[in-house]
């Protein structure tokens, strides 16, 4: 995808201020192609090369830059040029830039904006982040119902280049409120006289603009739209969201999920834009949370140092026990985690979960059961002190087994017990189930070896 | 998004075998929107309700169900039934479904076909999984160079009914070779009389057939575009793939990301539909894995049994040690992972990414070494024997402390190796990061200890 003129040469091209061939370089390019090859640039280059562009070509190709550096390159802008990159920006791209503008910098060009610019401006930041509204673009075309074919394209030919799309025209009545959806497929295959009204669905999908973004990218990608309207709580149309965005919702929300499912709290930026201090302090945070849990297994192993003091050989399987329960939990929590996200399974299919659950633990706990039977058979005669070997490997095995069955069943219920009482099963991050495991293994790997060692220490 | 008319209510219709009712209820709604509602019925029942639909409604609702019940349903149909079907559905839908079907059933259907539908479906199922030509459809819409925009328009009037999208036409020369193309925007922008080939853009990505899906999503992601034109080596036109494609390509790399990290090797279907062998082969084998990588603990353990038989005590803390340097690496694993899956950080970056986890996992192990600390401070007088609070506390927090630190380098940089290697960095699963973090703590934590209680058992 790299263009064969590399990075370094177009470095020397703006050091030498030559604007000719910078103009003829960038001209052919996709806006995001030219982003990309930006991407690696200094904000002082960027700004150069864009101002050799026009207005609406600088808009495209900042749109498609890295945020980190349109805001530095927002930063080092005159008044009036930011105000102007403002204005040819598309309306949600312009609506997130200037949520990340300093105060006095939005202040400073506010003024130069037109009136219904700052309105729609105002109107697309102050939703909260997450919500249908707050992705969402107000860049879209209406039609009024009574209209002709003909002059519904005639319209759409006019006002064509100021919006995103024109594939799904907006039928709205006098009050702007939505009554049918009208595709530009639909009006170019209907004969040229026939009214909107007759040509538009009026059966569609639409999300209401506080609705979860997640659920909107969902509706979206059910029914594979283009894009779909949002409306207010009376109808009324105030944009929409176009499959690109919910391409990102996606992206973003896999991200999030991920991230949980590691224990880390969800992140705002990318990796290397967040902050040290809020990195340090979103991982601080989870890390003492589960390291607190653990302090349960302290007291789980003291209720037993008996145990383990009169046969130390019982020490050396410990982690290799309490392991083979978390990975087996971390393997069904990850499946049903990600079953719930994607609508697989759903909180009401417990049971046939559990009874799944129990049947491929029992079988899971046999596979491994019988590795840890071969490998406490092979415990050195200098570590077994008073225990016969058999006895030994019998508990290993047992405990093995047992704690894959229990680990399994905690990591396959937690998720959707979090879902039923309505909290994100990603939440119940895999290292959560590990530290549960964790104090459930030593229990039972104990409670097996007091009942199959009793007697013999 | 369910319907009012609830499903009892549905299949009441159809034990009455009321065909005026299900008519009427279906005909007004979206196919997604029929599907959802007969995706909860018996594939006999949605035979039936699929029988009173005309050709291409039903086509359309057959296609949003879900694979499983598509194929019960096929399996239920009239050889010349299920021709017609086929025959109605979109291409790549067809395509997949064919390639379900057992053998004797495609040699029962294709002898019904028109040859230019077989030949399309021979095509389109001959691309491996995971390619572009596996999810791409024939549906396109292509336009030779030389017409006018108007002529364009009229064409795509005529054959729109047929095509996928017509928003974007395929420009192609008369060996089929992809030469330009026009959105159906510019089209209807463009002054009636002006020709094609000085209206369509010269500049435009493109996806080799054999190209990894993954790479044509992320092209058609970063051009924000509605479609991307798939093309043999000789830039010959074969095929398109769409938005909503793309989007079931994002969602299944992030599912398979997601199972990786949590140690399940990738499943083909989804979790109920996954057979228990399937499942129970991809879990043992990662679990097996896991577990033998784990006897390492044995070894390790079993080399400081001096120093945990004259101080039990520091049995007690082990697996509170050993889970926060794996907790610890699981978040930097997912952290590095997520980033390098996302293009955030790159294999080059590993300086920079190494400097900042080394000063993460100072802070996150003097943070929880100080929770370690108090924990170990408060440790009962009857386990202490013969230790000083003082000294095992200090082994408490000095070995948490180490072993975070190890930890989490460990989870930031193996990611990073294997992606150097080629090897896919979500393999190294969290599970993984753990078991090698567990070895390295228990060394490091009796390490510690007996650096700091030399002398005093």
Known sequence: MRHPLLVPDLRELIQERDEHALREFFAPHHPAASAELLDDLEPDEVLFVLGLLNGRARAEVFSYLEPPLQDGVASRMERNQLAALVSAMSHDERADLV????????????????????????????????????????????????????AAIERLRREAPDRETIYYCYVVDDQRRLVGIASLKDLILAPPARR???????????????????????????????????????????????????????????????????????????????????????????????????FLTFSALASYED???????LVLFIPLIISA??????????????????????????????????????????????????RALMTPEDKLLNVPLARLSAVVAIGVGVVVVCGNLIGATLPLLL??????????????VASLVDVTGIITYFAVAELVLSGSY
Chains 1, 2 share one sequence.
């Open 99 to 150: 949520t990340r503008l300093p105060e006095e910098r939005t202040e400073q060009i506010f003024p130069l904006l037109a009136q219904a610019e700052r309105e729609d401006i105002r109107r697309l930041t102050a939703y909260r982040a997450g919500t249908a509204g707050a992705v969402m673009t107000s860049d879209y075309a209406t039609l009024p119902a009574e209209i002709t074919a003909a």
């Open 419 to 432: 879902k039923r009482l309505g909290l994100d099963p990603a939440l119940m991050s895999n290292p959560f």
């Open 325 to 374: 329960g978390g990975n087996c939990g971390s393997q069904s929590a990850t499946l049903i985690t990600r079953a719930l996200a994607l609508g697989e399974v759903r909180p009401s299919d417990w049971f046939r979960i559990v009874w799944h659950e129990t049947r491929m633990g029992l079988l899971l706990g046999v596979t491994l059961g019988i590795l840890g039977l071969l």
């Open 196 to 294: 909107v009204v007759d040509i538009m669905q009026t059966e569609f999908v639409s999300s209401q603009v506080d609705e979860d973004q997640e659920q909107t990218a969902q509706k979206l990608m059910e029914y594979d739209l283009l894009a779909l309207p949002i409306v207010d709580s009376d109808n009324h149309m105030v944009g929409i969201v176009t499959h690109d965005d919910v391409l990102d919702v996606v992206v973003e929300e896999a991200t999030e999920d991920v991230h949980r499912m590691g224990g880390v709290g969800p992140l705002e930026n990318s990796y290397l834009e967040t902050s040290f201090v809020t990195m340090w302090s979103k991982r601080a945070m989870w890390l003492s949370i589960l390291f607190v849990g653990e």
């Open 307 to 313: 145990a383990f003091r009169a046969v130390p050989a």
